[in-house]
């Protein structure tokens, strides 16, 4: 098993940044990716960004290019999002997922976090 606990969501301007951390725990041996998705209400979760441990690529949504930033702390088994130049319509519960995805923008993970708020004031 591996645990997932989020946290750094908050209420934030537009044009403001946020920091999502994702401490990961237990077998995470197992895992080859580690992503972050979010789901607005009313939606449907959608990617946002992912990293191959191993490889150390990343990938992002169109949506967030240039602005979102995922990164990795190996000592402290943790990943992180970087949110820049925030919007509205970023507003949604985030997610960090970790497992061994065949495609890292699908949901396709075995591990999930609980989830934490960011909400984008305009």
């Known amino acids: 098993q591996v645990q997932l606990v989020e946290s750094g969501g908050g209420l934030v301007q537009a044009g403001g940044s946020l920091r999502l951390s994702c401490a990961a725990s237990g077998r995470t041996f197992r895992t080859s990716a580690m992503g972050w998705f979010r789901q607005a209400p009313g939606k449907e979760r959608e990617f946002v960004a992912a990293?191959?441990?191993?490889?150390?690529?990343?990938y992002y949504t169109d949506s967030v290019k240039g602005r979102f930033s995922i990164s990795r702390d190996n000592a402290k088994n943790t990943v992180y999002l970087q949110m820049n130049s925030l919007k509205p319509e970023d507003t949604a519960v985030y997610y960090c997922?970790?497992?061994?995805?065949?495609?890292?923008?699908?949901?396709?993970?075995?591990?999930w976090g609980q989830g934490t708020q960011v909400t984008v004031s305009s």
């Open positions: 990293l191959r441990l191993s490889a150390g690529r990343t």
């Open positions: 997922a970790a497992g061994d995805p065949v495609v890292v923008t699908t949901t396709l993970y075995g591990y």
